[in-house]
């Protein structure tokens, strides 16, 4: 079998850092962003011009074209829900002040689809296409409506051995999510300092080819971000706590989850009150995004959503 073209490998790239980007780019920075010499890159950019797949403008900066729009247009109508989820997760992000993204389940991994932020940015190190494997932490949203025994697969897949205790915490968590409908994490007291400086790294850094490695470095540390799931009696019992996720389900036709909302709260301290209009928030977001593709949300979670909006 043949192996990833790289002259392609370097298109996608390009094409994926002027998606990333809400500024024009010059040549010189694209270049330096995905790797390439300034020769390459410069014929990158001419045969994607040439395409009106990218727009270049008099001051030689570059963004993309309209060549782009019949390829938005079919994705928007072979996944309706993309549009939808970027205007709610907008206003989420604009009420809530966090990031959020809307992530496609898969039997083996999740996929970030849509990706919002505050004031314009991005979450946290997190663009669309990046993936994450459904192995503890992670999935947990995909494993709550399983059946016990896959539950505990899961937690016996985690990356450290956990005491009988903690692997009956994380089951009572599963099941808390399965009732209430969202899951909560803690942000540990040592990730908090760390926020703001991987957001500058990951600001330098980009869509070039380094992200892959940067990526499996991020999944490793945000496992550590939200590394405790809170039970609900947990919950009733804090004042304040400190949030690094918000996670709920969009749900398919089966009953199950097929996408989730996450929100990037990344909160060392949160009032519960606080959470609880959060909470509030997502499952009527949640809720919304499972009639948007046609399904309904579970008649026992019903009563817990507020009512969606038209």
């Given at each position: 079998?043949?192996?990833?073209s790289?002259p392609?490998?370097r298109?996608?790239?390009?094409?994926?850092?002027?998606?990333?980007?809400?500024?024009?780019?010059?040549?010189?920075?694209i270049?330096?962003?995905?790797n390439?010499?300034?020769?390459?890159?410069?014929t990158?950019?001419?045969?994607?011009?040439s395409?009106?797949?990218?727009?270049?403008?008099?001051?030689?900066?570059?963004?993309?074209g309209?060549?782009?729009?019949?390829?938005?247009?079919?994705?928007?109508?072979?996944?309706?829900?993309?549009?939808?989820a970027?205007?709610?997760?907008?206003?989420?992000?604009?009420?809530?002040?966090?990031?959020?993204?809307l992530t496609?389940?898969?039997?083996?991994?999740l996929?970030?689809?849509?990706?919002?932020?505050?004031?314009?940015?991005?979450?946290?190190?997190?663009?669309?296409?990046?993936?994450?494997?459904?192995?503890?932490?992670?999935g947990?949203i995909?494993?709550a409506?399983?059946?016990?025994?896959?539950?505990?697969?899961w937690i016996?897949?985690?990356?450290?051995?956990?005491?009988?205790?903690?692997?009956?915490?994380?089951?009572?968590?599963?099941?808390?999510i399965?009732?209430?409908?969202?899951?909560?994490?803690s942000?540990?007291?040592?990730?908090?300092?760390?926020?703001?400086?991987?957001?500058?790294?990951?600001?330098?850094l980009?869509?070039?080819?380094?992200?892959?490695?940067?990526a499996?470095?991020?999944?490793e540390?945000f496992?550590?971000?939200?590394r405790?799931?809170?039970t609900?009696d947990?919950?009733?019992?804090?004042?304040?706590?400190?949030?690094?996720?918000?996670?709920?389900?969009?749900?398919?036709a089966?009953?199950?989850?097929?996408?989730q909302?996450?929100?990037?709260?990344?909160?060392?301290?949160?009032?519960r009150?606080?959470?609880e209009?959060v909470?509030?928030r997502?499952?009527e977001?949640?809720?919304?995004?499972?009639?948007?593709?046609?399904?309904?949300w579970?008649?026992?979670?019903?009563?817990?959503?507020?009512p969606?909006?038209?």
């Amino acid at each position: 079998m043949n192996g990833p073209s790289p002259p392609t490998d370097r298109v996608v790239s390009v094409l994926n850092l002027l998606a990333r980007e809400n500024v024009r780019l010059s040549a010189s920075v694209i270049a330096r962003r995905v790797n390439v010499t300034s020769s390459t890159c410069a014929t990158l950019l001419s045969a994607l011009e040439s395409a009106d797949y990218v727009e270049r403008f008099p001051d030689k900066t570059y963004r993309l074209g309209p060549g782009m729009l019949p390829l938005a247009q079919a994705l928007q109508n072979r996944f309706p829900l993309l549009g939808a989820a970027h205007e709610e997760l907008g206003r989420l992000c604009a009420e809530l002040h966090c990031g959020a993204t809307l992530t496609r389940q898969f039997a083996d991994h999740l996929r970030v689809v849509v990706a919002v932020g505050a004031h314009g940015q991005e979450p946290l190190g997190v663009v669309p296409g990046d993936q994450f494997p459904v192995s503890f932490p992670y999935g947990a949203i995909a494993m709550a409506w399983r059946p016990a025994t896959e539950v505990d697969h899961w937690i016996e897949s985690a990356p450290t051995a956990m005491t009988s205790a903690e692997k009956e915490h994380e089951r009572r968590v599963m099941a808390d999510i399965g009732s209430r409908g969202v899951g909560v994490w803690s942000l540990e007291p040592r990730a908090a300092p760390l926020v703001e400086r991987i957001r500058s790294i990951v600001g330098d850094l980009g869509a070039g080819p380094t992200r892959p490695q940067l990526a499996e470095q991020l999944t490793e540390l945000f496992a550590i971000f939200g590394r405790h799931g809170y039970t609900a009696d947990e919950l009733a019992a804090c004042q304040t706590l400190s949030v690094g996720y918000v996670l709920a389900p969009v749900f398919g036709a089966d009953g199950q989850p097929r996408y989730q909302i996450d929100l990037h709260l990344l909160r060392p301290t949160m009032s519960r009150a606080a959470l609880e209009r959060v909470l509030e928030r997502v499952l009527e977001s949640a809720a919304l995004l499972t009639r948007v593709i046609g399904c309904e949300w579970p008649e026992s979670l019903r009563t817990l959503t507020a009512p969606g909006r038209p």
